[in-house]
Structure formats: C-alpha cells, structure tokens
Nanobody
Framework: QVHLRESGGGSVQAGGSLRLSCAAS????????LGWWRQAPGKEREGVAQIDGGGGVSYADSVKGRFTISQDNAKNVYLQMNSLNPEDTGIYYC????????????????????WGQGTQVTVYP
C-alpha cells in the first residue's frame, strides 16, 4: 500500500499560479501510475493529469497548456498550475496505482487504488 499526502493548496486570484506536492511513501513496483484529481462542489471527481514509471503523461483537455505534472526519484509527484481560473477551484487529490497509467481514455477512478486526503484550491475572479 502506498500512502499519499498532498500539500500546496491555497487561495489565488485568477491568472495566478500554485504548485501542489504529493509526498508518497510505501512500496512502489517498477510499474506504477501517479495522478492528480480534483472535485468541485456538487460535481464528480475529475482526472486532471497522470504520469507513470515509463515517463508517459496525459492531461485533461481543460488543463492542457496550463498544468504540468512531474515526479522525482522518490516518487513524489507535483502539479504546477498556471493561468488559474475560477473553474479550477476544488479539492485536489493525489492518487496512485501499481500499474502503468491507462492512456487514450479519460482517467478512471477505478484505475487508482491509493488516494490522499486532498488539498483545497480556491481561485477567485
């Protein structure tokens, strides 16, 4: 099992930037997927970005060109968020699974077995 803890959330005005971090602990196999999800009030959880052990990445259309996912050698994962807008408001979750990411389709919650507690991001107009 992998334990995940998010940090870096906060409040920012539209057009601003935030960098989220997710500290990962536990055992990782050579194949894994790390992802960022978000959930706005009254809406379903949405996959934002994912990255796997092979270096593959994908992004939701709504964040392409604005958000960047990255990881370090310790399997910590980061989300650099630029040009934020109020529609980006929500709780952001880090998630992981012991298999390579599934690309080519929208991210699926069933592909992620471990989840963090979330960090709040609020973007004001």
């Amino acid at each position: 099992q992998v334990h995940l803890r998010e940090s870096g959330g906060g409040s920012v005005q539209a057009g601003g930037s935030l960098r989220l971090s997710c500290a990962a602990s536990g055992h990782f196999f050579s194949e894994y997927c790390l992802g960022w999800w978000r959930q706005a009030p009254g809406k379903e959880r949405e996959g934002v970005a994912q990255i796997d052990g092979g270096g593959g990445v994908s992004y939701a259309d709504s964040v392409k060109g604005r958000f960047t996912i990255s990881q370090d050698n310790a399997k910590n994962v980061y989300l650099q968020m630029n040009s934020l807008n109020p529609e980006d408001t929500g709780i952001y979750y880090c998630a992981a699974d012991a298999q390579e990411c599934v690309f080519g389709i929208p991210m699926q919650t069933r592909h992620f077995g471990d989840w963090g507690q979330g960090t709040q991001v609020t973007v004001y107009p």
